[in-house]
C-alpha cells in the first residue's frame, strides 16, 4: 500500500473511532449503557487498528525506512490524537453518567 493511502486510513480511522465515541456518550445520555459499551468497544477497536499502522510506520523509521512528512501525515496524526482525547474524555463520561445511575464500572 502507498503512503498515501496508509495515511487515509489513519484519517479515516481517526474520524470514525472518534464518531463512534461521541455516538456512545449519546446513547449513554439516553440510558442506553449496553449500547454505550458495545460502541466504544467498537472505539476501541478501531483505533487500536490505527495504533497498529502508526506503530508499524514509527518501526520502519527506526530501521532507516524513513517517509516523508507532508501535511496529510499531520492531517492524519491529528486526527489520531483527537479521537484518543474524544475517546478517553468518552469513557469518563459514560462512568459518571453510569455512577449517577448507581451502575457499577463493569457491570453493563
Known amino acids: ?57 514509527i518501526q520502519n523509521e527506526l530501521n532507516g525506512n524513513k517517509v516523508e512528512v507532508g501535511l496529510l501525515m499531520v492531517h492524519a496524526q491529528d486526527h489520531l490524537m483527537n479521537a484518543m482525547t474524544v475517546m478517553d474524555l468518552c469513557k469518563e463520561m459514560i462512568d459518571i453518567l453510569k455512577n449517577k445511575d448507581g451502575i457499577e464500572r463493569g457491570m453493563v
Not at 7 to 19: D, E, I, P, Q, T
Not at 29 to 43: I, N, Q, S, T
Open 1 to 57: 500500500m502507498d503512503i498515501e493511502m496508509i495515511v487515509m486510513k489513519l484519517v479515516v480511522s481517526g474520524g470514525n473511532a472518534r464518531s463512534t465515541a461521541i455516538e456512545a456518550l449519546r446513547a449513554a445520555k439516553c440510558g442506553d449503557y449496553l449500547r454505550a459499551d458495545a460502541l466504544m468497544e467498537e472505539a476501541d477497536q478501531t483505533i487500536l487498528e490505527a495504533h497498529e499502522i502508526q506503530t508499524e510506520m
